[in-house]
């Protein structure tokens, strides 16, 4: 199907695991960023990239690591999971063309780190 | 890092209402947006605003960007349960995004 997918969808996993979460975008938008979503925080961004092997980091980049190798596919990593990462995660992609065109977003994955 | 403040967090009001939601920062941004999210979905852009005193209609929405692109309001006419949702203001800065914490808004029949 057409447009922004992230799985999994739900995910519980254990401290100290490594766990990635996949996003996959149909569009070939050149930006994908991630997100997190706390309750009282909005969504603060962990990573972005503008182009395939082109990352940068956002607001709350530790314990995060994210790679791009092909421009449909943007995951994220968390090396070793702490209960403070316990979060919704969105995935983004837009075309950026102009600074303020619009994000799309996937779905959310909700991980919860016990 | 520029912060943007959105009020109130929580509005509940009844069907036929009108209601307003604010956005606020001490930083300039170059455009501002304006999503909706419903739960266990991600954010659905509603509107860009791009110029200081900048006013945008959708239907029975009505957006308006301050006259130094420091603040926001969106103002609901005659909400309808249809329009229950969190809605979350970001602002353009550098290349980036920074989000409010949104306001939930719930419509009751």
């Known amino acids: 199907d057409a447009g922004i997918t992230q799985s999994p969808r739900y995910k519980i996993t254990e401290t100290g695991r490594q766990v990635t979460l996949m996003c996959h975008q149909t569009?070939?938008?050149?930006?994908m960023f991630w997100y997190r979503q706390d309750l009282g925080h909005g969504l603060r961004l962990i990573y972005y990239?503008?182009?395939?092997?082109?990352?940068d980091k956002g607001e709350v980049p530790d314990g995060y690591v994210v790679s791009r190798s092909k421009t449909e596919n943007f995951p994220l990593t968390l090396e070793s999971a702490t209960r403070s990462q316990t979060s919704v995660y969105f995935c983004?992609?837009?075309?950026?063309?102009?600074?303020?065109?619009?994000?799309?977003f996937g779905p959310g994955t909700r991980l919860t780190v016990t | 890092t520029q912060l943007l403040e959105q009020s109130p967090q929580f509005l509940s009001i009844q069907e036929g209402e009108n209601l307003t939601v604010y956005c606020n920062s001490s930083?300039?941004?170059?455009?501002l947006q304006w999503y909706r999210q419903e739960p266990g979905e991600g954010p659905v852009l509603l509107v860009t605003v791009v110029t200081g005193g900048e006013v945008k209609k959708l239907k029975r929405l009505t957006f308006q960007f301050g006259d130094a692109r420091k603040d926001s309001s969106l103002h609901i006419t005659a909400a309808q349960p249809g329009d229950t949702g969190l809605y979350l203001c970001a602002g353009e800065g550098w290349g980036k995004l920074q989000f409010g914490a949104g306001t939930q808004v719930v419509v009751t029949p």
């Open positions: 990239s503008a182009a395939a092997d082109i990352t």
């Open positions: 983004a992609s837009s075309e950026w063309r102009r600074s303020f065109d619009e994000q799309y």
């Open positions: 930083s300039v941004f170059s455009s």
């Open positions: 569009w070939s938008h050149s930006y």
